[in-house]
């Protein structure tokens, strides 16, 4: 097992700090960890995805999972899989298609571990239908605080504690998850444009859940009647039988879209609010009024901003942007009823002329049984920010406050700022997650930099 110390950032790259960090390579390994922490506590991490603090532990111990990565088991009867922690999604989404399965849910990423994306309860583009990853965990390996390895099984406290937990009721070794059963990994696109906010939230309604996968990217930097306009972009797996050849080897290239050229074109990578606004109104005009039948491979379109180049190009932008590096994403959700609620936060943020390098909009179906999961019944809406806008922090307390107020919340997996007392009033089980924490784990075991922030 290697051991050094290290100093850690979530992929927003704010707030470093160091820890110790311990590469296992087996679950005693990593109990002898645990059982050996110092008085800063320990945590797990996988590929360090989360925006924000939530694999990271100041002056303690981390537990880098990625060294755990053994696919155990295909169970192609049950439709199941059974592997380590530190196995990535994005391993599961090449070995797995091949044989007709596909992983049930898929994230905005699929550079994090199973481990991470229980943690996080990750929730995919078709949640209405699927809900989050916490509703196909059939069983899970914890160990707790004192060193023991407990299976844990949905309808328990401890499986609603974990699922979303963030890491904070043990470490998760490993998993056996239900797999969705697909004729080919290969998806079916339809792209659609959006005149203004309530266009784009009626045509993501009228169509039901017929494509499954659906995303909108919002033009945040268009205002007055236009104010949230975007474009709506849906899929579903297609039937490889009845794909011609060309159609095959057409969705297997890459293809970059007229709005990511737009962005590459900047002088010299400046990305102010007049840049910013540049590059959205290519992307909008861009999109296709109407379209259906591209065909597009699964990492294309669940995972565009998995290349490194891109992801790096984004930390540029923002450091050139606002002369320091680092983004903050801010996702929230609203109820179905509140969407005067959402269009004034797409307003505020679009009256202050924030460069948002990402702005996605989806909706949730029903909530998972995760006391702190983020998904409940709504729209949800994701934007990244550059960390050093002024007056960025401030802002974003109003966004909470706006949210707060309309009974929605922000997704506590991905946060890098809010306040404790917004998290406790975003966050009614929040209660009852602490009395579980100071009862399996009264030492304090298990701690993060955003459990200390926030008062979990």
């Known amino acids: 097992m290697s051991v050094d110390t290290v100093s850690l950032t979530g992929w927003g790259r704010t707030a470093p700090t160091t820890a110790v960090r311990f590469r296992p390579r087996t679950y005693e390994e990593a109990a002898a960890v645990v059982r050996g922490r110092g008085p800063r506590g320990a945590l797990a991490r996988g590929l360090g995805r989360a925006p924000g603090d939530a694999a990271q532990n100041a002056g303690g111990s981390v537990l880098d999972m990625t060294g755990l990565d053994r696919i155990r088991a295909l169970d192609e009867v049950a ?51 699927a809900g989050s990853l916490a509703r196909h965990v059939v069983a899970l390996e914890l160990l707790t605080a004192d060193g023991e390895v407990r299976t844990v099984t949905p309808g328990t406290a401890l499986f609603d504690a974990t699922a979303g937990g963030l890491g904070l009721t043990g470490v998760i070794l490993s998993a056996t998850l239900r797999l969705k059963r697909v004729t080919t990994g290969l998806i079916a696109v339809s792209t659609e444009r959006a005149r203004d906010l309530d266009d784009l939230l009626a045509r993501f309604t009228a169509g039901g859940d017929r494509l499954p996968y659906a995303s909108a990217w919002v033009d945040l930097s268009a205002r007055g009647r236009a104010a949230g306009r975007g474009v709506l972009t849906r899929g579903e797996h297609a039937p490889l039988s009845v794909l011609p050849a060309h159609a095959r080897r057409t969705a297997a290239r890459r293809q970059r879209e007229p709005w990511a050229a737009a962005l590459s074109a900047l002088p010299g990578g400046l990305l102010g609010p007049a840049a910013a606004a540049l590059v959205d109104e290519v992307r909008y005009r861009s999109a296709p009024r109407a379209r259906s039948g591209e065909l597009r491979m699964p990492a294309a379109f669940f995972h565009p901003l998995d290349a490194a180049p891109a992801t790096d190009r984004l930390h540029r932008l923002s450091a050139l942007a606002t002369g320091r590096a680092g983004l903050v994403r801010y996702r929230f959700t609203v109820g179905y009823g509140q969407e005067e609620a959402l269009g004034r936060v797409v307003r505020r943020i679009a009256a202050r002329r924030c460069p948002a390098l990402r702005a996605e909009l989806q909706r949730f179906g029903a909530a998972s049984p995760g006391w702190l999961s983020f998904p409940a019944p709504g729209w949800a809406l994701t934007v990244e920010l550059p960390a050093a806008l002024p007056g960025l922090g401030r802002f974003l307390d109003g966004l909470d406050a706006e949210v707060a107020a309309a009974g929605g919340r922000v997704c506590l997996a991905q946060d890098s700022r809010m306040r404790p007392e917004t998290a406790a009033a975003m ?14 784990d009264p030492t304090g075991a298990f701690r993060s930099d955003l459990a200390r922030r926030l008062d979990l």
């Open 79 to 129: 439709g199941t899989v059974r592997c380590d922690a530190g196995v990535s999604l994005e391993r599961l989404l090449r070995v797995l298609p091949p044989r007709g399965w596909f992983p049930p849910v898929v994230p905005g990423t699929g550079r994090i571990t199973v481990g991470g994306a229980i943690g996080s309860d990750v929730h995919g583009l078709d949640h209405p239908a």
């Open 427 to 440: 966050y009614p089980r929040l209660p009852e997650f602490r009395e579980l924490r100071a009862e399996l």
